[in-house]
């Protein structure tokens, strides 16, 4: 995103926005994997797999699911298993057409990664394995970026963020900026043997769509499925989270404006997004009841579409 002035140095994280609790997801939301529809199945599989480095969780049924493989440790207090997180899932459509460029539908996939080692060593892979696809690099305060299109034109952001204590807030709003990023400089930096040999595997931080206008994203992101928004930029690009983060979700017309609803296109197939629990669940269904938005509930799962049909399927953890 362009520049934005820097907040005062002494903000106070935010507070909870003037709303109704029923009307807000809970804080504790968390992205799930980003379904692509693609033309090559296995072309994409070795760019997610051995650039970007997710590990293969599953496969089958022209579906391949990639992302963070299940984690034991064992510590003085037992033994704690961490299940497997999902990040993208690759579904084979050779028969759909590549969107054009100017339609909705996704800007970026956000891969988070837990240091920049591990961020490091997802770059130099990727940026190793297709010099050509890299697209740029920024530190935007909350975070440090580096931006890349995979093989079938899905842009891939893979980032790392700076600890929630120094971010800066005014208000309800944190303050995010786009600065230069040397990204020699920063592997030479922070790249480690160790990483390169140990890779860890990232998860899905946070979505960034291509939309039609900004006004009507903010009314059905904000207004109806319940997301605080912590940043804005005009009408060009709105940023929203739940809980205090910079942004699970985001939205923009930087190439998109005006676009109308999305037709069946090779690109973004889906956008899973996890609450807590099932009541969590159940509370967002009566909202978009509420506004009127139709939705699809098999009792596990809700799955609705947004103004420029993507489809969001909203899960619960228990």
């Known amino acids: 995103?362009?520049?934005?002035?820097?907040?005062?140095?002494?903000?106070?994280?935010?507070?909870?926005?003037?709303?109704?609790?029923?009307?807000?997801?809970?804080?504790?939301?968390a992205m799930g994997a980003v379904t692509l529809d693609v033309a090559n199945l296995d072309l994409m599989t070795a760019y997610y797999r051995d650039a970007v480095g997710l590990a293969v969780l599953a496969e089958g049924a022209g579906t391949v699911t990639l992302g963070r493989p299940a984690h034991v440790a064992n510590t003085s207090s037992g033994t704690t298993v961490t299940p497997a997180q999902p990040a993208v899932v690759l579904r084979h459509?050779?028969?759909?057409?590549?969107?054009?460029?100017?339609?909705?539908?996704?800007?970026?996939?956000?891969?988070?990664?837990?240091t920049r080692a591990a961020l490091s060593a997802a770059v130099y892979r990727t940026a190793t394995a297709h010099p050509d696809r890299f697209t740029g690099s920024a530190d935007h305060l909350v975070s440090e970026a580096f931006y890349f299109d995979d093989p079938e034109g899905n842009g891939v952001e893979l980032y790392w963020d700076r600890p929630r204590d120094t971010w800066q807030w005014s208000g309800d709003r944190?303050?995010?900026?786009?600065?230069?990023?040397?990204?020699?400089?920063?592997?030479?930096?922070?790249?480690?043997?160790?990483?390169?040999?140990?890779?860890?595997?990232?998860?899905?931080?946070?979505?960034?769509?291509?939309?039609?206008?900004?006004?009507?994203?903010r009314?059905?992101?904000?207004?109806a499925l319940g997301f605080d928004i912590t940043a804005e930029l005009g009408n060009q690009a709105v940023f929203m989270s739940a809980g205090g983060y910079?942004?699970?979700?985001?939205m923009n017309v930087w190439r998109s404006r005006g676009a109308g609803v999305r037709q069946a296109t090779l690109g973004l197939g889906l956008v899973d997004i996890v609450l807590p629990t099932a009541d969590a669940v159940d509370a967002l269904t009566e909202r978009m009841r509420d506004h009127r938005i139709e939705v699809a509930n098999d009792g596990q799962t809700v799955t609705l579409g947004d103004p420029w049909g993507n489809t969001l399927r909203v899960t619960a953890t228990l």
């Open 1 to 29: 995103m362009p520049d934005q002035h820097e907040a005062p140095a002494e903000q106070p994280l935010p507070t909870e926005q003037a709303r109704p609790a029923e009307h807000a997801l809970p804080a504790d939301l």
């Open 93 to 114: 459509a050779p028969a759909m057409r590549h969107a054009g460029p100017r339609e909705a539908g996704l800007f970026h996939t956000a891969i988070l990664f837990e």
């Open 174 to 217: 944190v303050a995010m900026a786009t600065l230069a990023l040397d990204p020699n400089a920063y592997l030479r930096e922070h790249l480690t043997e160790h990483a390169l040999a140990a890779p860890i595997a990232g998860s899905v931080g946070h979505v960034h769509l291509s939309v039609g206008d900004v006004d009507t994203a």
């Open 219 to 223: 009314d059905f992101y904000a207004g």
């Open 246 to 250: 910079h942004h699970h979700m985001a």
